[in-house]
């Protein structure tokens, strides 16, 4: 969003609608919701928090919405779904698997710097020490977005899509909170490959 239209909707005096997601999504779905969000007529604001605890930020109020996977929601959360994504293993280019259309879990797990778990670090970081040859993980699809000559990224062929979510407590208050889910909800639904969201 251009920096005078985020200017001009602070100085409204309307609360900002605060969205906590995982560091490494700030573009794809992310960014075209905040873009198309933003441009409409008085919305609020928007403010990130990135940290690799979303529900966390709902439940202690630092945060209004969330983008979270399938497996991080509670059940004392509202959620959205908003689109689906591939599992992805980040090999380094180079590698002998990185060559293939797919990879299978067993295979990964074979691999001495495989981690089950995505580190809670940037994805820079992530992507650094994959490209070294320090590191394999699965991430989403929309990581790929991200990737640069060093890291290739191979669908993992046994494991199920994630689900991408939007969460929110059902106690929240921000004035324009619906709308915004409204604007996420529409844009998912017009992504290639996506139902509409539920």
Do not use: N
């Not at 239209?5 to 490494?24: C, K, L």
């Not at 640069?148 to 004035?175: F, N």
């Amino acid at each position: 969003m251009d920096h005078a239209v985020r200017q001009a909707q602070r100085a409204t005096g309307r609360p900002p609608i605060t969205v906590a997601t995982r560091p490494g999504t700030g573009s794809g779905l992310l960014a075209d919701v905040l873009r198309i969000y933003g441009a409409l007529a008085a919305a609020s604001p928007t403010e990130i928090v990135f940290t690799a605890a979303q529900p966390g930020a709902l439940r202690e109020g630092t945060a209004d919405v969330a983008v979270i996977c399938d497996s991080d929601k509670g059940d004392d959360l509202e959620i959205a779904q908003l689109a689906s994504e591939r599992p992805m293993a980040l090999l380094p280019t180079g590698h002998p698997v990185a060559e293939r259309g797919a990879v299978t879990l067993a295979e990964l797990r074979a691999h001495p710097d495989y981690l089950p778990q995505c580190p809670t670090e940037p994805l820079d970081v992530v992507m650094d020490r994959v490209a070294l040859g320090r590191l394999v993980v699965v991430v989403g699809e929309s990581a790929a977005d991200r990737l640069g000559r060093s890291v290739t990224a191979v669908p993992v062929a046994d494991l199920p899509p994630t689900d991408l979510e939007l969460a929110w407590s059902p106690h929240a208050r921000h004035p324009d909170l619906a709308r915004f889910l409204h604007t996420a909800r529409a844009i998912a639904a017009r992504q290639p490959g996506q139902g509409q969201a539920s």
